[in-house]
């Protein structure tokens, strides 16, 4: 065999084998498309970026305008960012702790923020 195929997503065998367009595990019958997998696992086929989506599935890029979807505490600041506040021009980042958007927020500046916290406007 000259290409590795993936394991099966719904028993993880690694019996899988090719039946037209398809991919199919031998073991428990699931039938599904390479190209479906590839974007179940987040990544756009052709590339090895990360898609990056926002609460509700929208799949956000660079220069977005977001709106946060929960009120948001911010270590020394007394109130925090409220929901609704929009947030102009961000950046999609690798960043620390699962936080992959780069921002700046008015009153608040600089800061980073959760994809599952916003929404695209």
Request: negative net charge; proline residues 5%; contains cysteine.
């Amino acid at each position: 065999m000259t290409d590795h195929l993936p394991p099966c997503p719904e028993c993880s065998s690694a019996y899988t084998y090719e039946m037209g367009a398809l991919l199919v595990c031998p073991e428990c019958g699931h039938e599904w498309s390479p190209a479906a997998a590839d974007t179940a696992a987040g990544t756009v086929a052709g590339s090895d970026s990360k898609v990056i989506r926002d609460s509700v599935g929208n799949v956000l890029a660079d220069g977005d305008t977001v709106t946060v979807v929960k009120t948001l505490k911010v270590k020394g600041s007394p109130t925090g960012i409220k929901a609704g506040t929009k947030v102009r021009g961000i950046r999609l980042v690798d960043g620390v702790d699962g936080h992959d958007i780069d921002c700046r927020i008015d009153g608040f500046g600089s800061m980073q923020l959760k994809s599952s916290v916003v929404k695209k406007a």
